[in-house]
């Protein structure tokens, strides 16, 4: 089946650090990417959808430049959180969907940051 | 918020026994899906069921929808320990388009 790989799944960093994310689709091509914030014990709110080539939309209340993505081709995004501070804590997860197809989105496996 | 409501938030059963979530949402569909999510991990695609469908089963798993009521329900029969994780529902996606997740439900299935 199709695989979305996020990498890394932990990060633990000081404040003030800005901290990259990648999302990688290895089997398929990625034409949509989707950004993901979850609280402990909540549900996904999406953060963010991408397109390849052009600029993300993001959602009512997400900062754009706080919340840098870049989706250059069509198997990687990149989240980057930029001067990170311990409220940006967080567990962030990827998906990505072939938008020709009626296919369901594939999930990365997230990643843990942790800002000190 | 587009949110769907899901119920229980939390539900503890003993393995064998059959666990069912429930899932509302807002808004008309075209489909709805339910994903697995086991701790600090990703999501899986469990099931979709389409708005013209009212049942539809995969393994263990049967799922209805019910369009006039916005409600949907899973259920995991004859459940296993492996079971244990949070179910969300979601409505929307395919074709690029983004997801709206369920609060979730958390399942804990004891031995």
């Known amino acids: ?116 | 918020s587009q949110q769907g409501e899901e119920d229980p938030q939390a539900l503890s059963i003993q393995e064998g026994e059959n666990a069912t979530m429930n899932c509302s949402y807002k808004t008309s569909i075209n489909n709805l899906q339910w994903y697995r999510q086991n701790s600090g991990r990703g999501l899986v695609h469990l099931i979709l069921i389409r708005s013209n469908e009212r049942e539809k089963h995969s393994g263990r798993l049967r799922v209805t929808l019910d369009t006039s009521k916005k409600s949907s329900s899973l259920l995991i029969t004859a459940s296993r320990a492996a079971d244990t994780a949070s179910y969300f529902c979601a409505t929307g996606g395919g074709g690029g388009n983004k997801l709206t997740f369920g609060t979730g439900t958390q399942l804990k299935v004891e031995l």
């Open chain 1, 1 to 116: 089946g199709a695989v979305v790989s996020q990498h890394p799944s932990r990060v633990i960093c000081k404040s003030g650090t800005s901290v990259k994310i990648e999302c990688r689709s290895l089997d398929f091509q990625a034409t949509t990417m989707f950004w993901y914030r979850q609280f402990p014990k909540q549900s996904l709110m999406l953060m963010a959808t991408s397109n390849e080539g052009s600029k993300a939309t993001y959602e009512q209340g997400v900062e754009k430049d706080k919340f840098l993505i870049n989706h250059a081709s069509l198997t990687l995004s990149t989240l980057t959180v930029t001067s990170a501070h311990p409220e940006d804590s967080s567990f962030y997860i990827c998906s990505a969907s072939d938008s020709s197809s009626n296919q369901p989105q594939h999930f990365g496996d997230g990643t843990r940051l942790s800002i000190l």
